[in-house]
């Protein structure tokens, strides 16, 4: 059983800089492949970024390629994502999630997911 707890969330200004962070708690960190998927109001939710267990691999949404940067830190069971350039579009609540082993893009494959923290870009 692997607990979620994000942080680093809140309000900028379109153009500004966030930091995510998503501390794990339980479990085995370095076996998990980690994802950042994010759910604005009215809509579903969606992949933002994803990373394999050992951080060789990164896949991010076209949207925010170039913008976002996930990764991650075994050694203190973290893993984080690196906004910048942000957007109004952007605004959504993000949320951490983990899968044994393989990455993936999808959220019916994540199997243990945080509280989500809030990100409000305004314009």
């Known amino acids: 059983q692997v607990q979620l707890v994000e942080s680093g969330g809140g309000l900028v200004q379109a153009g500004g800089s966030l930091r995510l962070s998503c501390a794990a708690f339980g479990g085995t960190f370095g076996s998990y492949a980690m994802g950042w998927f994010r759910q604005a109001p009215g809509k579903e939710r969606e992949f933002v970024a994803a990373i394999s267990w050992n951080g060789g691999s990164t896949y991010a949404t076209d949207s925010v390629k170039g913008r976002f940067t996930i990764s991650r830190d075994n050694a203190k069971n973290t893993v984080h994502l690196q906004m910048n350039s942000l957007k109004p579009e952007d605004t959504a609540i993000y949320y951490c999630?983990?899968?044994?082993?393989?990455?993936?893009?999808?959220?019916?494959?994540?199997?243990?997911w945080g509280q989500g923290t809030q990100v409000t870009v305004s314009s």
């Open positions: 999630a983990a899968r044994w082993w393989a990455i993936a893009t999808t959220d019916n494959r994540y199997d243990y």
